[in-house]
C-alpha cells in the first residue's frame, strides 16, 4: 500500500511539473516575441533593486499597515513553502517528517515558526477578502476587474486559507497520534506545536483510524492544492509573485521623465542636414510606435504579465480620478490578454496568422490613449516596477504618425513646434518682444 502512495506521488508531482513547465516555456516565448531591448546595464543597480523591490517589497511600505499584511503572505509564500520540500521527499520515499531526526530541536523550531506564520497567512486573507467584498475599496471595485478578474483573487484568498488550515490540521492529527503510540507516529516525537496543538482538543475524540485518515487526507490535499496552485498561477495575476523579481531586475533605471527617442526619426533628421550619410541601399519604410504586442519591447511584455492588478497605478492616474477613460491597469491587463490572444494564435498556427485584431483600436481605444497626461504618477505608484505610461507612448505614437490620428488641438501644435519651435503661434524672432512692453 506504502508503494502505491508513493508511485501515486511521484506520478502527480511530475505532471503537475510538466505542465507548469510547458507554461512557463510559452510564457517566455510570449514576452520574447516583443522587440529587443538591452536591461543588463549596471548590475549592482539591478540586483539592489531586486532586494529592495521584489524582496524588501519597498514600494508597499508607503502604506505601512497594507505592506506588513501583505509581506506576511509573501513571507508565508516564500518561507512556508520551504516545508513542501519535506513533504515532496517524505511522498518520494514513503517516509514520515524526514528533517525530524536530522535537525532535532531546530525542527520544532521551524515548525513552530512555519504555523506561527501560517496563522498570520489565515488571518490576513480574510482581511484581504473583507476589504475586496464588503469594504469595498474603490480600487477593488473598479469596472477593470468585473467578471473573472474579481473572481480571481478571491479564489486564490481562499485556496490560501484552505492551504494553511490544512497544514495546520495535519500537525494537530501528527501530533496527538504520536501520543498515542500509533504506528511511524511515534518514530519520531516532536511534541505539541504552538498553534495546532490549539486544535488538538477539537480531534481528541477521533478514533486512531480516523486520525490516521484525518492525518493522510490533510496532507494529500495539501500537496495537491500546492501542485494545482502551481499550475494555476499562469493563469492568474498572482504570477507576478514568480515575475515579480525578474521584473524587479530589469526596472528601469534611467530617471522616469526621460521619453526613448525613435532612431527612425533621429535618422530622417539627420539626413535631411546631412545628405551623404543616407544609406545606398534603402532599409525599407520604417515604422512609428506599437500598433500590437510585436511592435512593443520584450520589457513592455513582461510588464504585462507581472501586472498585480492591485489598483496602485489606476488610483493615482489623475485623468481616471477626473472620470476619464484611461485606467493604467486596464492598460496592462488589455496588453496581457492580447498577448496571450497572440501566443494561442501561434500555437494553434505554427506561426502568427493575422486574426484582423491589434492592440491599438480592438482592445485599447483612442479615447483612453489622449487621455494621458503623462505625467508618470503610474509608474511611480507600481510596486514592481510596471510602466503603462511606456506602452501609452508607443501606441499614441502610432495612432498620430502612422495613422495621422490626432485632435485639431494637437495639430495646432505640431505645426507650431515644426514653424515656430515652440508650442504657440509667435515667431521666435517676436519670442523676446515682452521684455520691451
Not at 64 to 93: K, Q, R, S, T
Request: proline share 5%.
Amino acid at each position: 500500500m506504502q508503494y502505491l502512495q508513493q508511485i501515486a506521488f511521484v506520478l502527480l508531482a511530475a505532471a503537475a511539473i510538466g505542465f507548469f513547465s510547458f507554461k512557463v516555456k510559452e510564457i517566455r516565448r510570449n514576452i520574447l516575441l516583443g522587440k529587443d531591448e538591452p536591461y543588463n546595464d549596471n548590475p549592482g543597480a539591478r540586483w539592489n533593486n531586486l532586494l529592495l523591490l521584489a524582496f524588501g517589497q519597498k514600494k508597499m511600505f508607503k502604506n505601512p499597515l497594507v505592506a506588513i499584511m501583505h509581506f506576511v503572505i509573501y513571507a508565508g509564500f516564500i518561507i512556508i513553502n520551504l516545508e513542501v520540500l519535506e513533504i515532496v521527499l517524505d511522498g518520494i520515499f514513503g517516509t514520515h517528517r524526514l528533517f525530524a531526526p536530522i535537525l532535532g530541536g531546530l525542527y520544532n523550531f521551524l515548525i513552530n515558526s512555519f504555523e506561527l506564520l501560517a496563522l498570520g497567512v489565515l488571518i490576513v486573507c480574510v482581511v484581504f477578502l473583507i476589504r475586496r467584498n464588503i469594504l469595498k475599496i474603490r480600487r477593488f471595485i473598479s469596472r477593470d476587474l468585473d467578471g473573472w478578474p474579481r473572481s480571481d483573487a478571491n479564489y486564490i484568498l481562499v485556496t490560501e486559507i484552505i492551504l494553511m488550515s490544512l497544514f495546520l490540521i495535519m500537525n494537530a492529527a501528527d501530533t496527538t497520534l504520536q501520543e498515542r503510540g500509533v504506528g511511524h507516529f511515534a518514530d519520531h516525537l516532536t511534541g505539541d506545536f504552538v498553534v495546532s496543538g490549539i486544535l488538538k482538543p477539537l480531534i481528541a475524540g477521533m478514533s486512531d483510524s480516523s486520525l490516521m485518515a484525518l492525518e493522510r487526507g490533510s496532507w494529500w490535499l495539501h500537496i495537491i492544492g500546492i501542485f494545482a496552485f502551481l499550475n494555476y498561477l499562469p493563469w492568474s495575476k498572482h504570477l507576478h509573485i514568480l515575475l515579480a523579481f525578474p521584473n524587479a531586475y530589469y526596472a528601469r533605471l534611467e530617471p522616469q521623465g526621460i521619453m526613448k527617442n525613435m532612431p527612425a526619426i533621429q535618422n530622417e533628421v539627420l539626413y535631411a542636414m546631412q545628405p551623404e550619410l543616407v544609406p545606398a541601399e534603402s532599409v525599407g519604410e520604417p515604422s512609428f510606435g506599437a500598433k500590437d504586442v510585436q511592435d512593443l519591447s520584450w520589457r513592455n511584455l513582461l510588464d504585462a504579465y507581472s501586472c498585480t492588478e492591485c489598483g496602485r497605478c489606476s488610483e493615482a492616474c489623475p485623468a481616471n480620478i477626473t472620470g476619464k477613460l484611461l485606467s493604467p491597469r486596464k492598460i496592462m491587463m488589455d496588453t496581457r490578454d492580447r498577448l496571450v490572444e497572440v501566443g494561442n494564435n501561434i500555437r494553434a498556427n505554427g506561426s502568427f496568422q493575422p486574426d484582423g485584431k491589434t492592440l491599438l483600436h480592438n482592445y485599447i481605444s483612442t479615447e483612453e490613449l489622449r487621455a494621458c497626461t503623462t505625467c508618470n504618477a503610474c509608474v511611480e505608484a507600481c510596486p514592481v516596477s510596471i510602466s503603462p505610461l511606456e506602452i501609452i507612448l508607443e501606441l499614441r505614437r502610432s495612432l498620430v504618425m502612422e495613422e495621422s490620428n490626432a485632435p485639431q488641438e494637437w495639430n495646432a501644435m505640431f505645426s507650431n513646434v515644426e514653424n515656430n519651435f515652440a508650442p504657440w503661434k509667435f515667431s521666435p524672432d517676436d519670442r523676446d518682444a515682452w521684455v520691451n512692453s
